[in-house]
């Protein structure tokens, strides 16, 4: 899924019908299911789940989680390329803003990346907690976003340091995506696979690369 519709599945966040369910039924049919409070979370998951199936983890009432693992995402393609995702993790978040109204902007969506970083990165981390943070212990990158392509767009912003705080991040993110969006369908999956691709080059000339198939028991 990408930033084109981020517009909840058939309502609006104040719960209006806003889609002909006719046209969709198999989002209907999902949706009515969910009863999540967070209408935009609740179609990010539906997205996702078409491309990924079910995940291992689905809790579906009020609060609840979808959490697609590494025996989930192996061998799966995003954009034709093979998936940078070790997992990716939905909560149902209903998050205000300061003057108390629904924030479209919160980070529900997590993805975990297993790569071995090195101290400049590192550094950077205190400037991008709500939105990067990582375990060393395990080599465990998780980025926080709204979609899958928003993910990808901040590894790649954190990845060749181009960002140096959150206010930055933000901004170089909105950036890229606005850009995206108002670019055919094409060209937008010609721009994501070239992310995708300059990414990988970066993890393998850098030497960021990790096992995917860790027990971390």
Same mark, same amino acid.
């Given at each position: 899924m990408s930033n084109r519709d981020l517009t909840a599945v058939f309502w609006d966040t104040q719960g209006k019908i806003k889609y002909n369910t006719e046209e969709s039924f198999f989002k209907?049919? %999902?949706?009515?299911?969910?009863?999540?409070?967070n209408k935009i979370a609740r179609k990010v998951?539906?997205?996702?789940? &078409?491309l990924f199936n079910k995940p291992n983890i689905l809790?579906?009432?009020?609060?609840?989680?979808a959490l697609w693992d590494n025996n989930n995402l192996k061998d799966l393609m995003f954009y034709k390329r093979n998936l940078l995702f070790y997992e990716i993790l939905i909560?149902?978040?209903?998050?205000?803003?300061?003057?108390?109204?629904?924030?479209?902007?919160?980070p529900f969506l997590e993805c975990k990346y297993i790569?071995?970083?090195?101290?400049?990165?590192t550094k950077l981390?205190?400037?991008l907690h709500n939105y990067i943070y990582y375990d060393s212990y395990i080599n465990q990158?998780?980025?926080?976003?709204? %979609?899958?392509?928003?993910?990808?767009?901040?590894?790649?912003?954190?990845?060749?340091?181009?960002?140096n705080t959150q206010k930055d991040l933000i901004k170089k993110k909105n950036k890229i995506m606005d850009k995206l969006n108002n670019s055919n369908n094409l060209l937008f999956e010609k721009n994501m696979i070239?992310?995708?691709?300059?990414?990988?080059?970066?993890?393998? &000339?850098?030497?960021?690369?990790?096992?995917?198939?860790?027990?971390?028991?």
């Open positions: 209907y049919e %999902t949706s009515m299911s969910i009863n999540w409070n998951f539906i997205n996702i789940l &078409q809790h579906l009432e009020s609060n609840g989680i909560r149902d978040k209903y998050v205000n803003t300061d003057e108390n109204k629904y924030n479209t902007e919160y790569l071995k970083l090195n101290k400049n990165h981390l205190s400037e990158l998780t980025i926080k976003s709204r %979609t899958l392509e928003e993910n990808i767009i901040i590894l790649s912003l954190f990845l060749e340091k181009k960002i070239l992310l995708i691709e300059n990414i990988n080059n970066y993890i393998s &000339q850098n030497n960021l690369i990790i096992q995917k198939n860790l027990n971390y028991e």
